[in-house]
């Protein structure tokens, strides 16, 4: 995590970028054409719908390829953009992050709550200060 390597690559949000021109590119593919495999928009409705069975629809959705490719894309953006942060504020506040990072990516959410639980054996605190309390919104705000 300190090598100049890592800092280069994953100090920006270039690579973030990439991966979420990348999953723009497959839902714009898949919009354009729905032949190749694109999930109907009904269907997809109902994943959403409480009233029905939206794991069963979830499950149901995994039949389509671009769906599958698009979920694959859109995981590993979140996981990216969500290890990154793991990893910069590890550098910010002297934390160990490699195993959190390594989750996040691995398993998502949990890596998360690893990196949070890792502040809080360290004793460096559970959260970091309100970041949006130090940003000034103009006056007619």
């Not at 714009?28 to 997809?44: H, K, M, N, Q, R």
């Not at 794991?55 to 953009?81: C, G, K």
Request: one cysteine or more; aromatic letters at 10%.
């Amino acid at each position: 995590p300190n090598s100049s390597f890592t800092k280069k690559l994953m100090g920006g949000m270039e690579v973030v970028t990439l991966c979420a021109l990348v999953h723009f590119f497959i839902v714009a593919a898949s919009i354009v054409d729905p032949s190749s495999g694109t999930a109907p928009l009904l269907e997809f409705n109902d994943v959403f719908d409480p009233s029905g069975d939206p794991q069963a629809a979830m499950i149901n959705m995994m039949r389509y390829p671009n769906f599958v490719t698009e979920e694959w894309s859109h995981v590993l953006t979140w996981d990216l953009f969500v290890g990154r942060w793991i990893w910069l504020d590890g550098l910010k506040r002297g934390i160990f992050t490699s195993h959190s990072v390594l989750f996040c990516n691995l398993i998502g959410p949990p890596g998360l709550l690893l990196h949070w639980a890792t502040c809080l054996v360290t004793g460096k605190g559970l959260l970091p200060q309100n970041e949006a309390e130090n940003i000034e919104l103009p006056e007619n705000e």
